[in-house]
């Protein structure tokens, strides 16, 4: 089974903090995405990768920036934490641009105060 | 301003009844239409895909109907059972974009026993 396994569950940090979202997928897979959920919502894009050192913007990019220094890792950092930036973050892989199947992490939920 | 519009946002069945979600989408470039289920404290998980090529596909219980004129799909959970109990998410993904997914806002299903 593919696993996509994000390194905390809760956070919480506080306003300003610099804040890092690890993300580690073991079926390597080419492309890998940084989305969060929000109620009523559903999930936006933050950030995406289609190889290593390789990022694009997704959707909402604004406060986030994010690192792919090996293919199996993509991290999500969060510059200078804000309390709008309160969410579920969930980190998900798929294997190429021709294999649409994504795999989701648990999430992480952070909570800026 | 979502690309994929789903409804409704939530809906309560009996056990052994029909639960039916419906997505509209804009983006005529869009090519895959993946069903994702989530249960709570989980990561979205793929359910159902389908392809334009096709009207209809289903898997066991759950079946997809696709409207590619209207530019509209949707799910059907026939003889849903407690255990679908869970927010669905569709989405949607242009093959040029690497299959970067839009996603709709999500509908939590409750089905009673």
């Known amino acids: 089974d593919v696993k996509v396994t994000q390194s905390s569950r809760y956070l919480v940090k506080r306003t300003g903090e610099k804040v890092f979202l690890e993300c580690v997928q073991d079926m390597d897979h080419e492309n890998m995405f940084w989305y969060r959920q929000d109620p009523g919502l559903g999930l936006r894009l933050i950030y995406f990768?289609?190889?290593?050192?390789?990022?694009e913007k997704g959707d909402i990019p604004e406060g986030y920036s994010v690192s792919r220094e090996k293919k199996e890792r993509f991290s999500l950092i969060l510059e200078s934490a804000s309390t709008n930036q309160t969410s579920m973050y969930l980190c998900?892989?798929?294997?190429?641009?021709?294999?649409?199947?994504?795999?989701f992490g648990q999430g992480t939920r952070l909570t800026v105060v | 301003q979502q690309q994929v519009k789903q409804s409704p946002q939530s809906l309560i069945v009996q056990k052994g009844g029909i639960s039916i979600i419906n997505c509209a989408y804009e983006n005529t470039a869009f090519d895959y239409f993946p069903w994702y289920q989530q249960f709570p404290g989980k990561g979205p998980a793929l359910l159902i895909a389908?392809?334009?090529?096709?009207s209809e596909k289903k898997e066991g219980r759950f079946t997809i109907s696709f409207n590619k004129s209207a530019k509209q799909f949707s799910l059907h959970i026939m003889d849903s059972q407690p255990g679908d109990s869970a927010t669905y998410f569709c989405?949607?993904?242009?093959?040029?974009?690497?299959?970067?997914?839009?996603f709709g806002g999500g509908t939590r299903v409750l089905v009673k026993p």
């Open positions: 998900a892989s798929n294997p190429s641009r021709q294999n649409p199947e994504a795999f």
């Open positions: 989405a949607a993904s242009p093959k040029a974009a690497g299959n970067k997914l839009t």
């Open positions: 389908i392809r334009p090529d096709v």
């Open positions: 990768s289609y190889d290593v050192k390789m990022k």
